[in-house]
Every structure is written in C-alpha cells, then in structure tokens.
C-alpha cells in the first residue's frame, strides 16, 4: 500500500510523525507499512500530505489526487468576523437557489472531518415545493401532540411557516443509524456548508424541527430521502434571505475553567 521513492525520500519520519494510527515505521532506514496496514489505514492521507519531498505515495490515497493548499486563505480576523457575524435566517425569499451554489456548498461540506475519516454521511436536497410542504405537513403533526409548542402552532395557523421559514431549499445529512459519531461529523458537516452559505450571501437556518421530528415521525424518513438503516444526523434550510442583520447580539461569556 505505502511506497516509497527511495531517490527522493530524505528519512525524515515526517509520514511516521503524522500517521494517526501507527502503521508506518522506521527501522533505521526508509520508512516501510507495518503488517496489516492496508486494513488499518483510515485514508487521512496525511502521510502523503507531509511528506516534503513526494518521496511516499499510498495506494488507497494515490498521490495523483491530492490537491495543493491554496495560498489564499482567510486570516484569523476575517474568520472570526464570519463566525460572530453568520446570523440564522428566518425569512427567505420565494427566488430558489442556484444548483451550481448548492452543489458548491456540498463540495465544501463533503470535506469536513469525520471520526476516523469515515465519510459515512449522504445527503438529500430537497427543492421540490412539494416535499416540503410535507415535510412542513408531517413536522407540524409532530408538534401538534406538544402543549410545549403551541406557540409555534398559533403561528402556524396564522399562516407562518414555522417549520422551515419559507426556505426554499433543504439539506439533509443521514449516516449510520448506529453510529454514536453520525451526530457529530452531520453537525460538522453541516456547519462547513452554513459558513460558506453566508459568505456566498445566501441564508441558513438550523432545521432542528424538522430533525427532532425525524426520531418520532417514521413517515419523515423517506420524505427526507433517508435510507433504511440510516437516521437523520441534521439538516439546515436555505436560500434568499429576506433580511439583513446590522448588529451582532450580544452573547454570554465563555464559561471556562482553567486548570
Ligand atoms: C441544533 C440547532 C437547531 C435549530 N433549530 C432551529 C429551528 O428548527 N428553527 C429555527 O428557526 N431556528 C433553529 N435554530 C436556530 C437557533 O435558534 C439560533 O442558532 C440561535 O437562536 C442563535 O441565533 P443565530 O444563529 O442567529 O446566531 C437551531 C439552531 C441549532 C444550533
């Protein structure tokens, strides 16, 4: 699986130093895999990625497909000014969103990180005005059976969308049903595609309704696309935001103990 270019390598032990999982070594000479590396390998292509001179290549992430880190990247102000500054958005205009925007978003999110890179997730764009509709139709019903969430549905029958905030699109992230990390690498997945969303000037917002009402409403999984065996990990709406936020709200402190 790991080869090695014997004229180029310069026996640094950088890819040793960046292989999460321990299966490269150095004996005193060129790196080499140790047994039963090519079902430990988690793909990260670290390896690869480090290695100063391209002495090393890695079968199951051959060096051809890599990409060079661009120049171009945004310094620490100007991220912190995108995350204190991304705002939810709760009224989208009726114009939908571009195919080739939501296919650069899934581009962007597919490269978020994944417990060890398992890249289990998939997703569903939903479009179509009428599947959300029922997707609106089958998370209403859920909250309907919630005195907690009358509120939302008084807004409702004021004629408000209150599921999805008249988002013209929706994403949705499904992985293994099973799986403790689905949560987690969805919500990293999901936060990848909401911070470029904003930086492309279109709106996101957080479609935890329609995710909450996921786990109870067995008829929202294939409205959702969601695959048997999978569950949903989370969902956000987007599209033209209707509104534009001057201010940046106030927030509580960290809370942090220093130990
Ligand atoms: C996991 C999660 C689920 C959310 N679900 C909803 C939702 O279903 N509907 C909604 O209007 N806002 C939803 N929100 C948005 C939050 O209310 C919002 O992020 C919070 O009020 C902070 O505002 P900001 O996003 O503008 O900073 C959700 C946010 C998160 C993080």
């Keep these: 699986m790991i080869t090695i270019d014997a004229r180029k390598c310069t026996q640094d032990g950088l890819c040793v130093l960046a292989c999460p999982v321990n299966i490269i070594k150095m004996d ?3 790196p080499e895999e140790v047994d039963g590396a090519a079902d430990r390998c988690i793909r990260c292509g670290h390896c690869v990625a480090v290695c100063p001179t391209g002495a090393l290549d890695n079968a199951l992430t051959p060096a051809g497909e890599y990409l060079p880190v661009p120049d171009k990247r945004p310094d620490a102000e100007a991220m912190e000014n995108l995350l204190v500054s991304r705002r939810s958005a709760r009224s989208f205009r009726k114009k939908p ?3 080739e925007q939501l296919e650069r978003l899934l581009e962007t999110a597919r490269c ?3 417990a060890s890179n398992a890249q289990k997730l998939s997703w569903t764009m ?3 005005p009428q599947r959300l509709d029922r997707v609106r139709e089958l998370s209403l019903e859920w909250m309907g059976t919630n005195p907690a969430r009358s509120h939302y549905m008084e807004a409702a029958r004021q004629g408000r969308d209150v599921i999805l905030r008249d988002a013209t699109a929706l994403a949705v992230v499904h ?3 099973r799986s403790f990390w689905t949560a987690i690498d969805s919500t990293l997945a ?3 595609m909401e911070l470029l969303a904003a930086t492309m000037g279109l709106g996101t917002c957080w479609a935890g309704l329609v995710t909450y009402a996921s786990t109870v409403v067995p008829e929202l999984l294939p409205v959702l696309g969601v695959p048997e065996g999978s569950k949903v ?3 956000i709406m987007l599209g033209h935001p209707r509104l534009k936020h001057r201010l940046i709200p106030p927030r509580d402190a960290a809370r942090v103990t220093w130990l």
Aim: charged letters at 15%.
């Design 97 to 99: 969103v571009e195919r």
């Design 112 to 114: 978020a990180p994944t």
């Design 233 to 235: 990990g989370g969902a």
């Design 190 to 192: 999901l936060t990848y």
């Design 126 to 128: 939903i479009q179509d």
């Design 175 to 177: 992985g293994p049903a």
């Design 28 to 30: 005193g000479g060129f």
